[in-house]
């Protein structure tokens, strides 16, 4: 199993950004996948999670109504769409897939909100 990441950088406040996981080596349409992210001195948090045919979707409070989790499963890809982003919403950002009750973590991409 293998979890890239990729789209994080630095925005300002209100901004927007769209973080992208390429997953291989499962059959990704198969399971459902998460985010997660990490601020400094902070535990990892749950972000959002979306089920492998994309019919159900689950946001942390901090998040919702701003971010949207999707996924292509055509392309092995979910996908973070944040928007009105805020300066707590700082961290890295981690790609998660639960494969045969194990969980697997991508690398990790560093999302960064200042003025």
């Known amino acids: 199993v293998q979890l890239v990441e990729s789209g994080g950088g630095l925005v300002q406040p209100g901004g927007s950004l769209r973080l992208s996981c390429a997953a291989s080596?499962?059959?990704?349409?198969?399971?459902?996948m998460s985010w997660y992210r990490q601020a400094p001195g902070k535990e990892r948090e749950l972000v959002a999670t979306?089920?492998?045919?994309?019919?159900?979707?689950s946001y942390a409070d901090s998040v919702k109504g701003r971010f949207t989790i999707s996924r292509d499963n055509a392309k092995n890809t979910v996908y973070l769409q944040m928007n009105s982003l805020k300066l707590e919403d700082t961290a890295v950002y981690y790609c998660?897939?639960?494969?045969?009750?194990?969980?697997?973590w991508g690398q990790g991409t560093q999302v960064t909100v200042s003025s």
């Open positions: 080596g499962f059959t990704f349409s198969s399971y459902g």
């Open positions: 979306i089920s492998s045919r994309s019919s159900v979707t």
């Open positions: 998660n897939a639960m494969v045969s009750g194990l969980p697997y």
